[in-house]
């Protein structure tokens, strides 16, 4: 089946420094990857979608100087925390989309958690 | 756009049980409903989806039903065993972005 890969699962960082995270499509070619926020006890929150070699549409209210997405490729996609702050604070999870499954299939990473000191 | 809303928040049975779920949407042009599976700590995990030419699927001890006219759609889970226990998502798309439903902890007692 269809594996996503997200790195890193954790990460601590600084407050004011960027973090980024990577998702990789291990065994499909992912044209459309998402990238989703989760706080303690609640839903996922999309924040961006992002086809290979296009520009990231975000959701409103995310900013997109602070959330910066880039897919360069069919298997590579990357979210960057840039100036983190304590409210940054959260679970990141991606997902990407491939023609494997007629196109429905939805893979999700498993999740970087994000703690910002 | 899109809403999904899902009842109960939680749910808490014995072990051997069933359980249902309950999800509605409100975009009639969704026609693809997953159902996912978090554990504390990692990403959702398929557990089964359904497509809106479809009325049911069954996979084993899982169930899900689909309600086109009335937009909605149920989880079942039957014989239930603690390792069911996590918080469970439904979500619907249009074969754009998903729209994921507020989530159900399920927790199952031995």
């Known amino acids: 089946g269809a594996v996503v890969s997200q790195h890193p699962s954790r990460v601590i960082c600084k407050s004011g420094t960027s973090v980024k995270i990577e998702c990789r499509s291990l065994?499909?070619?992912?044209?459309?990857m998402f990238w989703y926020r989760q706080f303690p006890k609640q839903s996922l929150m999309l924040m961006a979608t992002?086809?290979?070699?296009?520009?990231?549409?975000?959701e409103q209210g995310v900013e997109k100087d602070k959330f910066l997405i880039n897919h360069a490729s069919l298997t590579l996609s990357t979210l960057t925390v840039t100036s983190a702050h304590p409210e940054d604070s959260s679970f990141y999870i991606c997902?990407?989309?491939?023609?494997?499954?007629?196109?429905?299939?939805?893979?999700f990473g498993s999740g970087t958690r994000l703690t910002v000191v | 756009g899109e809403n999904v809303e899902q009842h109960p928040s939680t749910l808490s049975v014995q072990e051997g049980d069933s359980a249902v779920i309950k999800c509605t949407y409100s975009?009639?042009?969704?026609?693809?409903f997953p159902w996912y599976k978090q554990e504390l700590g990692k990403g959702p995990q398929l557990i089964i989806d359904?497509?809106?030419?479809?009325g049911e699927k069954k996979d084993q001890r899982i169930a899900v039903t689909l309600n086109k006219t009335a937009k909605h759609f149920s989880l079942h889970i039957t014989e239930t065993q603690p390792e069911d226990s996590a918080v469970y998502f439904c979500?619907?798309?249009?074969?754009?972005?998903?729209?994921f439903g507020t989530g159900t902890r399920l927790l199952v007692s031995p």
């Open positions: 997902s990407a989309r491939g023609g494997w499954d007629g196109g429905y299939g939805y893979t």
């Open positions: 065994d499909f070619q992912a044209t459309t």
């Open positions: 992002s086809n290979e070699g296009s520009k990231a549409t975000y």
């Open positions: 975009d009639s042009a969704s026609n693809y």
């Open positions: 359904i497509r809106s030419n479809v």
């Open positions: 979500a619907a798309t249009g074969f754009q972005k998903l729209v």
